[in-house]
Each structure stands twice: as C-alpha cells, then as structure tokens.
C-alpha cells in the first residue's frame, strides 16, 4: 500500500479509507446491524499491526496512475489517525454489543465525523498528532 521508498500513501486510498469509516457508521444507524463496524474496525487493525489494510489494498486496483503520481500522505501520521479510528471504532462497537448507546453514538459519531472533516480538507488527527509533538518538544526542553 505504502510507497516503501519514503513511507507515503496515495491519497485516494486515505480518502478511499475515510469513505469507508463514514459510510459505515451511518449504515450502521441507519440499518441498526453493527457488525458493518466491523469492516472499518478489521481493515484498520490490519493496516496498523500488519501493515495491511484490505479497504485500501482494493482501492489500490483502481488506481489509475503510478503512486507517485498522486499527492501523498505521510504514513506515520495515516497510522496515528487510523490507530484514534479503531480505538473509537472499538469503543462504538463494543458498545452497540452491550447496550450502551449513549457511548456507541458518541463514538461512532466523533469517529464518523473526524473522518468526514479529513476528507473535506481538515485532520483533526493530524491536528492532535502535531500538538503532542509540540508538548513533548517543549517538556524536552524544560
């Protein structure tokens, strides 16, 4: 998936990934059957243990142009969103199993809309991952 060379992803298999945590989520409400968290929830543990996310290993198909050619995204920070996404993916689903709805929706829409938000242009991921870069900085040099 990655441009091994210098650790990048194509960005329409981020964007590709984000479609499906949104999409997922709101099929889950609007049909009520949570295992379609799942799908989201299994390809981002396997992008993040095994480097290997199945969403975004079909994406790939579809690509029309060598990775290159397309605007890349920073592997590492994709990681750190993609591990915030399974963490509140897991939290949602849980959840949903046990009967807690009040915490299913909280996750699954703070999840479903960070997704949302990074495909029309703003990481909220990133956003994180940058500020805790800046306080470990600044705690460095104390």
Known sequence: MANSKNGTIPQPLVKTNQWTIVLSVL??????????????LISGLGGILFDFNPIMRIAKNFLKKEFTAYHQEDKSQQNFNQIIAVFCLTIAFISALVGWTILFLVFSIMVALAAFIAINGFCIGCFIHFQWNQYKYRRSQR
């Open 27 to 40: 099929l889950t409400w609007l049909t009520g059957q949570y295992w379609i968290l799942l799908i989201p």
